[in-house]
């Protein structure tokens, strides 16, 4: 009888334990059937450098809309900060673990192109024909930016100008009309002494500012200053500096001039938050600002002006544009076009939202833009964009920022003379185009 | 390292041989000359700050209340992630509202710090001292620990003073762990790395660029491989060069 008890009892312990085990396995088996890789799901990977009104809208409007419209996709989005962005990024491409599709700036496009990074758009996964169909649907010069050789290897998600910002209220205060901005650089150094406050010698409020620190900053900031006294950083050939000019010069000057009102103070590297608080009267930013200036102080009383320009000189602005583009060596080009084209008939909500300007032709039609906050502050931009100029190409881009970058601060912020500055430009870029 | 700095290699084709180019470019390169200088002077500097480990050591050497406390709070920010500790200090150092301004503005004292291209490497130099005093002052600590008390009652019999003792005792004695940490500290000091891309990014004006800075930024901002291993073998072979010289000097001392 023990003996029969004993057995009952093994048995039952044996079945508990092979009913435990065939759980176990098909737990195991469920989460291997469930997983993605063993379902049709896609994943594209998705890189661009972190703005974060663009974060929250990616994230919580336009990816969930795209995975549902398309349940066999998954997009893995990845913002990163733009100074680690700038090296992540080719780095990961090179190495052979870059995105499927990520952004970038238009200046960066010849080097990347150079290193056979990037895919070529192509117009028949977007619907078109052939290239020249494909241009039609975009603003004439909108895409010039992104392409090299005569092919797109882009589509731009941003298509900017910059103008200048004032604070209505800082103007006002200091007896000056807001409605009647400065519209030369001589008159922006004067009336950005004025509105500038000091306490026990330390500045508190800038009257007005650039940003430093981003070598990206520099260039679109400088590089309207060259232009406007009919300069340039290389020479037509693109083959050696062309900063040793007059040109060169006082433009170099008037930017450290400029500089010095502040004297590089607040110690800020992006300083969206200094004039969005107040700490800055005046500065120069894209349309994009607005929704982050907004976010940070939804009581800001400012205006958008032109450009300045100086006295009697050719008006010129700077252009640029971000892009989406596709990894040459990825396994999943089709689908990343695909979500790019769903991302480029969106215009009008990236607009309305984070006031990224799309340059789809018709978009201004839309009625949704014409109603919405951003639009009252367009039409600045839009002149803006006429004068426009993008800027310089070259395959060793980065490596001529950098150089571009050290002549401004010696000039800027340790306050050396700007044609000793240039010399060494002129040897730094020599070195960079070798 | 030496084999890729004789190639042009930007990592997506194989590299391409070109013999002592890239060498040849270094007198040329005024960013090469300049973050060498910086690399030195911050290398001075921590070399310089030495003598207060030994001072910090020396006195964690005697016996007083909450000496392990002391010891632990000297330490603590050895331990501390470099990335974590570097962007705290760069909200120290803020010229607008950073805590320092809270000693400066009332003696009138306005400086930019690291905006400045004076005061940013001693900037950062005083974040190095506090991140590796305490580290220093353990290895002095040990040194001094390893001192047979023998020779202190020795020299106290025959009447030495504090400072006798001092320097004739003592610092003959802590040679080993001296060269030891000047050569530890130079190869730290010229790796060092974190602050200069938290706090800096090797600004103003290339001010903090050091060669450490500037090979991390040739290698993966500009993509030229071999001219960063270039850079890369010139710094080995000075740090090199700077060890056997100071194993020279202790060893006929």
Redo the contacts between chains.
């Keep these: 009888m023990e003996g029969l008890k004993t057995h009952k009892r093994r048995d039952f312990k044996m079945k508990k334990r092979g009913n435990i085990l065939l759980l176990g396995l098909m737990f195991v088996a469920f989460s291997f059937f469930a997983s993605s890789s063993w379902s049709q799901k896609t994943t594209l990977t998705f890189w661009m450098h972190h703005h974060p009104p663009a974060y929250d809208f990616y994230t919580t409007k336009i990816i969930p809309e795209y995975e549902k419209l398309n349940p066999d996709i998954q997009i893995e989005y990845s913002a990163i900060p733009y ?1 680690v962005y ?2 992540k990024l ?2 990961a491409l ?2 052979g673990t870059g995105p499927d599709m990520f952004g970038l700036g238009d200046w960066n496009i010849a080097e990347y192109v150079a ?3 990037l895919e070529p758009v192509d117009p028949g996964i977007l619907g078109f024909e052939n290239q020249e169909e494909l241009e039609k649907a975009w603003i004439s010069g909108s895409l010039d930016g992104l392409k090299l050789g005569g092919r797109i290897y882009c589509l731009p998600w941003e298509y900017n100008t910059f103008s200048l910002f004032i604070n209505n209220k800082h103007f006002r205060e200091a007896g000056l009309d807001p409605n009647n901005p400065p519209k030369t650089w001589r008159e922006i150094l004067t009336i950005g002494k004025k509105l500038t406050k000091r306490e ?3 500045v ?1 409020r800038a009257g007005f500012d650039w940003v ?2 981003q070598s990206i900053w520099y260039m679109l900031h400088f590089s309207p200053l060259l232009w406007q006294l009919g300069g340039s950083i290389l020479n037509p050939a693109g083959t050696g500096c062309a900063m040793n000019t007059s040109a060169g010069v006082s433009a170099l000057k008037m930017y450290g001039d400029l500089a010095s009102i502040a ?5 800020a590297d992006f300083p969206t938050e200094d004039f969005a608080t107040g ?1 800055v009267s005046m500065w120069i930013s894209g349309i994009w600002y607005i929704p982050w200036a907004l976010q940070i102080n939804p009581d800001l009383d400012f205006s958008v002006a032109s450009l300045p320009t100086f006295q009697g000189k050719s008006r010129t602005t700077v252009l640029y544009a971000w892009g989406w583009c596709v990894n040459s060596h990825s396994k999943r080009k089709t689908e990343a076009w695909k979500f790019i084209d769903f991302l480029t008939k969106k215009a009008p909500e990236f607009f309305i939202k984070i006031a990224y300007i799309q340059p789809r032709r018709g978009w201004l039609d839309d009625p949704q833009i014409k109603k919405s906050e951003m639009y009252n502050y367009l039409s600045v931009f839009l002149d803006d964009f006429k004068y426009g100029r993008y800027l310089l190409r070259s395959e ?1 881009y ?2 001529i920022q ?1 150089a571009v970058t ?1 002549a401004i ?2 000039v800027a ?2 306050g ?1 003379d700007p044609e000793e500055s240039i010399k ?1 430009l002129e ?2 870029i ?2 960079a185009l ?1 | 390292m030496f084999y890729l700095s004789l190639h042009s290699w930007s990592l997506l084709s194989s590299p391409r041989f070109i013999g002592f180019e890239n060498y040849k470019f270094l007198p040329q390169d005024s960013v090469f000359i300049k973050s060498a200088k910086v690399t030195f002077c911050y290398l001075l500097g921590m070399i310089i700050f030495g003598p207060l480990a030994l001072i910090l050591g020396i006195a964690l050497n005697q016996d007083f209340r909450f000496k392990q406390l002391y010891w632990g709070i000297f330490f603590a920010p050895y331990v501390i992630s470099l990335v974590v500790s570097s962007l705290v200090w760069k909200l120290i150092y803020n010229p607008s509202a950073g805590l320092l301004t809270l000693f400066t503005s009332p003696l009138g004292l306005h400086i930019k710090w690291l905006k400045d291209e004076h005061y940013a490497l001693p900037a950062i130099m005083v974040y190095s001292l506090w991140v590796y005093i305490g580290y220093y002052s353990t290895l002095w600590l040990a040194g001094l620990k390893g001192i047979p008390p023998e020779c202190y009652e020795a020299a106290a019999i025959d009447g030495a003073g504090k400072w006798t003792i001092f320097r004739y005792i003592t610092l003959p004695l802590l040679k080993p762990v001296t060269l030891f940490i000047i050569v530890v500290s130079v190869i730290g000091a010229v790796q060092m790395f974190v602050p200069f891309f938290v706090m800096t990014q090797g600004g103003p004006a290339g001010a903090t660029q050091t060669l450490a800075y500037y090979i991390y930024k040739v290698a993966f901002s500009f993509l030229r491989m071999g001219y960063a291993c270039t850079v890369s073998v010139i710094l080995f072979v000075l740090v090199f060069i700077f060890a056997l010289i100071q194993v020279k000097f202790f060893k006929e001392s």
């Design positions: 100074p700038q090296q080719p780095i090179a190495g290193r056979g990074q026990a010698g330390k508190i430093y620190g004297g590089a103070e607040f110690g700490k060793h980065s490596e950098e050290r601060e010696r912020i340790t050396m060494i040897s730094d020599k070195l070798r």
